[in-house]
């Protein structure tokens, strides 16, 4: 939807917190729908619902190969909608929020006739999916669209993160609890916290689907509403013309691709840290209930590993400006490292009832990776405004489908490779103890795979090109072009 003719817009706006708060609710409503399906998908296919680790990690394979070619239309159809009401990025996450909601739940919808039934899980996951694009692509987008300033791009990213990493608390902490809570075989357990004890049940059991779905539905029932506080909470300001709205095209995918280095970076380093992010959310239950042995712990050690993203997060922008933002990427990559080593000892034989070695191990870890993960977010919208500085077409819709691209082949990654490797080291999700080749296999998954890719990220966000200085005089030679253009 073009700006009114009429109308002075100040690209350059300050957001206020109504509209900040507003924008990130939309973080924290798609780990709330979206999220769920990331961190418990791959662990209820193999044990609740009742199929082999390979043929759920094959599900994740196709769908995401799908998504390969679905997203960068799903960009193309974003940058050339055209809306009579309600924005042009705005509208998309109320028409799709609705059915995209709908069939998350689905996914665990404890009837007998679907349980095991490949096909079943294969098409609900697909429908989620292709749905979700709808929603993630032009979320994106907007993000780009509410201002140009790049302190308040920086302030918005650090408010959104915190309510992004507020849906993880409730997604990876209490998500688990809850089904637990809900879930049948119930006996009193320390949850490792304050002496607290809960009925806890085991929600590895078939008997548990009930609980999947009661506590899935809630999650996406919150997760819609706050996509309505996104809705009518935040003002598109930056957008492309009508002009640039009618000439975008397919091939602009390509364009971009060739023409605009910082998305190539930024892109491989999405791929990367996404990919190592989704193997620990993928497998760290798998490690708590076998490699561990304390599933009851995991409530309370997630919710430690979740402070620094909710409490930690005002401190981004304070290091960035201290170290840069490439000296920013290296110092929680190194951290994620550390952290992730402390969980090693962790498993240990002498170490594995140490409740307090898995506190500071995740606490690292967590730190780590939702400062590198969460701030590479903010770099999105200077890499449209490159791309528009450069090609003179504002293609946000196909830019952030690229890079939700990398990022849903990094979630793909995530959970397929984890499900392969538990595959080959002989995982029998209807045993309560494992082999030493299966533990080990977890190892691999949770350890040593996540390490090596942290690396290739350190070295990967090096090569990007875009200084603070430089995005700054670009916004502002994009805003003198457009004023001339329109004397």
């Known amino acids: 939807m073009d700006k009114p003719k009429n109308k002075q817009v100040d690209e350059f706006a300050k957001l206020s917190w109504g509209e900040r708060i507003a924008y990130g609710a939309g973080d924290l409503a798609q780990n709330l729908i979206f999220g769920t399906i990331g961190s418990m998908l791959l662990f209820y296919l193999t044990t609740v619902f009742g199929i082999s680790a390979a043929v759920g990690a094959t599900i994740f394979l196709i769908v995401r190969w799908v998504n390969v070619f679905w997203d960068p239309w799903v960009g193309t159809v974003v940058d050339k909608s055209h809306f009579k009401h309600g924005g042009k990025y705005k509208p998309f996450l109320i028409y799709f929020g ?6 998350c739940a689905m996914l665990f919808l404890p009837i007998p006739a679907v349980r095991g039934n490949v096909a079943y899980a294969f098409l609900m996951y697909l429908a989620t999916a292709l749905i979700y694009s709808f929603v993630n692509i032009p979320y994106g987008s907007l993000n780009a669209s509410l201002t140009r300033d790049n302190d308040e791009i920086s302030t918005l990213t650090t408010v959104r993160m915190t309510e992004a990493n507020i849906g993880n608390l409730l997604v990876y902490t209490f998500l688990p609890l809850f089904v637990q809570m809900a879930s049948p075989d119930k006996h009193l357990k320390a949850i490792g916290m304050f002496g ?7 929600y590895a059991s078939p008997h548990a689907a009930g609980a999947y779905f009661h506590v ?11 996509l309505l506080c996104t809705y009518f909470g935040v003002h598109e300001r930056v957008l492309p013309t009508e002009e640039e709205t009618n000439s975008v095209k397919f091939s602009d995918l390509w364009n971009e691709l060739r023409r605009n280095k910082p998305l190539r970076v930024l892109g491989c ?3 990367v840290g996404f990919t190592f992010m989704f193997f620990g959310n993928t497998v760290w239950p798998f490690f ?21 993203g909710i409490f930690l997060v005002f401190l981004w922008p304070i290091i960035r400006r201290k170290i840069g933002k490439k000296g920013f990427f290296q110092l929680f990559l190194g951290m994620f490292i550390v952290g992730t080593l402390l969980l090693w000892v962790w498993s240990w034989p002498q170490f594995k009832n140490s409740i307090a070695l898995g506190y500071i191990g995740r606490f690292i870890m967590q730190w780590g990776i939702t400062a590198a993960t969460g701030y590479m977010w903010s770099l999105v919208p200077e890499v449209v405004s490159y791309g528009e500085w450069n090609s003179k077409k504002r293609v946000a819709g196909i830019i952030n489908a690229l890079m939700g691209l990398f990022f849903k082949i990094g979630l793909a990654l995530g959970g397929i490779i984890p499900g392969y490797i538990n595959a080959a080291c002989h995982f ?23 390490i090596v890719l942290a690396i290739v990220g350190m070295w990967v966000i ?9 995005v700054d005089k670009i916004n502002h030679e994009i805003e003198d ?3 001339a253009e329109e004397k």
Not at 290 to 299: D, K, L, P, R, V
């Open 98 to 103: 609705i059915p995209l909601t709908i069939c």
């Open 196 to 202: 607290i004890k809960l009925n806890l049940g085991n």
């Open 216 to 226: 899935m539905s809630i999650y996406m029932l919150i997760g819609f509403i706050l």
């Open 269 to 271: 380093f999405f791929l």
């Open 288 to 308: 708590v209930q076998y490699n561990i042995g304390h599933s009851e712990w995991m409530a309370s050690i997630n919710l430690i590993g979740s402070i620094p």
């Open 428 to 450: 029998d999700g209807t045993k309560a103890t494992q082999s030493a080749t299966a533990l080990n296999g977890i190892t691999i998954s949770m350890i040593w795979l996540p």
């Open 462 to 470: 090096s090569k990007y090109p875009l200084s603070d200085a430089e």
């Open 481 to 483: 072009r457009r004023q």
